[in-house]
């Protein structure tokens, strides 16, 4: 396994090299793990927890090219082991556990079909659609192109919303908030509100919700990342607008590794610098909403889209949880926590 993955390092920054994307350094993190290609174009990965049995957890990742695009699972050793295809560009993909449907608990996926301008869900870990065939967003808008998702599990209620973003939108309406509910066995969806500043300079994708803090950030690429809170009921002020200058050009996906309740990093993608700029998660101290880069960690994934964490004891080499990350070639890459660790702790201390 090590040759092979060797070898797709190699091949990958070559062709890095020569189609002008950003070069992987020298220093640069090395997988542990690369996943089988997918036919088309990766973007955005999500990790399932299968909680009876750590081992047989999945990664889920869109495939997102149009009409013949999918939604795929990865086992722990990059294997392609499910598939829904095809779909038309899935983009962006994020996972709930405890959805009660129908009077159980079930997991769910839920993917934006970015050409059928609507959002798809499935349960986990099957993938069988529980969604009636689709649900429609943006309806009352001409600007649709929906890309970005991130779900909020309210741990005080337990409902679930899926937070959606698009191509274009109108600044302070961008991102719409829709309430996940069970109508006869199938998943429906009910928007409770729109918000979202936008500078207008490229898009917003890239979206993540911390549930236990009960915030959303987003990226607002080539202008920086915006924090709101999650509970709708709690209104639409924009907590803090940071990172406007800490990244080369794009910024892209977003992930959420916890160290505690309260306490972690925000790892956000620096896509044309194939570096991963750092935060805190709990913010500076006595100012949440102040979030000051505090490392930049190079890694091998060449001009990443779409970014995932968790911290969760795997087995094997991912005792310490594992980051997952979307890299140009058609695949997704596997980082073990304690190397990612262990390089914010250099530069942060």
Known sequence: MKKIIILSIVALATVSCGSQLAPVAKNALKPTVITEPTPHDTDDPAIWINRKNPAQSLIIGTDKEEKTGGLYAYDLQGKIVNKVYPMDRPNNVDLAYDFDLNGTKIDIAVVTERKQNRIRIF????????????????????????????????????????????????????????????????????????????????????IMVDNELGYIYYAD???????????????????????????????????????????????????????????????????????????????????????????FNFGGPFTHGIFVAMSNGKVFHYYDWKNIQAEIDKQAH
């Open 221 to 311: 690429e080539t202008a920086g990342v915006r924090k709101y809170y999650a509970d709708p009921e709690k209104g639409n002020e924009e907590l803090t607008f940071f990172g406007q200058n800490d990244f080369k050009r794009d910024h892209e996906g977003i992930a959420l590794y916890k160290t505690s309740e309260t306490a972690g990093y925000i790892l956000i993608s620096d896509q044309q610098a194939n570096n991963f700029v750092v935060y805190k998660r709990e913010g500076e101290s006595n100012k949440p909403h102040e979030h000051r880069m505090i490392a930049k960690v190079p890694f091998s994934s060449i001009e990443c889209d779409g970014a995932d964490a968790v911290n």
């Open 123 to 206: 349960s986990l870990p099957d993938l069988k659609p529980v969604d009636n065939g689709g649900i429609m967003v943006f309806e009352d808008s001409e600007q649709k192109d929906p890309m970005g998702i991130a779900l909020y599990t309210n741990p005080t209620s337990g409902k679930i919303h899926a937070i959606v973003g698009r191509k274009e939108g109108p600044s302070g309406e961008y991102l719409h908030q829709y309430e996940l509910l069970d109508r006869n066995g199938f998943v429906e969806a009910k928007l409770v509100r729109k918000f979202g500043a936008y500078s207008g300079k490229k898009e917003i994708e890239a």
